[in-house]
């Protein structure tokens, strides 16, 4: 395999994680960036936004027709997010799985949200479902010249 650093970023897996409002409004900022850090996934752009519905409504564009979709624009803009996008070879799956399930309830233990939270429409955090749903949503929270191009010291002690 190619080393991850030569790589063109354009080229390199990146995922959209958002820590929600819930996430913000409880504390659990500092919390849910460490578990993406100590795991080893490369942070290229942080922000904190408040969401605009617009913004919302397309993102979840996928979900518009589910009876819920008026309550989760509702939640997904009512105070800001934490908007970031982690790099990685396999980050998208990864991060899904560190995440945990959709449902806290059935969330595995260990996970963010088996860990830190109870219900659906409350679980704390997202995180982008393929590759190319992470660059499309990249693209759709960040500006050009949002995301920093660098490279951590520990990248030799992560990647052979
Ligand atoms: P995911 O966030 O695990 O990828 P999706 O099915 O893509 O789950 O749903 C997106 C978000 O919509 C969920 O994270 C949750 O906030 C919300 N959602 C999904 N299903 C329900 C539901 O049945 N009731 C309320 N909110 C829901
Ligand atoms: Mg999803």
Same mark, same amino acid.
């Given at each position: 395999a190619?080393?991850?650093?030569?790589?063109?970023?354009?080229e390199?897996?990146?995922s %959209?994680?958002?820590?929600k409002?819930?996430g913000?409004?409880?504390?659990?900022? $500092?919390? /849910?960036?460490?578990r993406?850090?100590?795991?080893? !996934?490369?942070?290229? &752009?942080?922000?904190?936004?408040q969401c605009?519905?617009?913004?919302?409504?397309?993102?979840?564009?996928d979900?518009?027709?589910?009876?819920f979709?008026?309550?989760? /624009?509702? %939640?997904?803009?009512? $105070?800001?997010?934490?908007?970031?996008a982690?790099? $990685?070879? =396999?980050?998208?799956a990864? #991060?899904?799985?560190?995440?945990? #399930?959709?449902?806290p309830?059935?969330?595995?233990? =260990?996970? /963010?949200? =088996?860990?830190? #939270?109870?219900?659906?429409?409350?679980?704390?955090?997202? &995180?982008?479902?393929?590759?190319?749903? $992470?660059?499309?949503?990249i693209?759709?929270? !960040?500006?050009?010249?949002?995301?920093?191009?660098?490279?951590?010291v520990? #990248?030799?002690?992560? /990647?052979?």
């Amino acid at each position: 395999a190619v080393p991850q650093r030569i790589v063109a970023s354009s080229e390199v897996e990146r995922s %959209y994680i958002m820590i929600k409002p819930d996430g913000v409004q409880r504390g659990l900022v $500092g919390e /849910i960036i460490s578990r993406f850090e100590k795991k080893g !996934f490369l942070l290229k &752009g942080l922000k904190l936004f408040q969401c605009p519905k617009d913004l919302a409504q397309e993102h979840y564009k996928d979900l518009k027709d589910k009876p819920f979709f008026p309550k989760l /624009i509702d %939640y997904i803009t009512s $105070g800001p997010v934490v908007c970031m996008a982690w790099e $990685g070879a =396999g980050v998208v799956a990864s #991060a899904r799985k560190l995440i945990g #399930a959709t449902n806290p309830l059935q969330a595995e233990p =260990g996970t /963010i949200r =088996g860990d830190l #939270a109870v219900q659906t429409g409350r679980n704390v955090v997202h &995180g982008s479902d393929s590759p190319d749903n $992470g660059k499309r949503e990249i693209e759709l929270w !960040f500006k050009e010249g949002e995301l920093c191009q660098w490279e951590s010291v520990q #990248a030799p002690w992560l /990647i052979e």
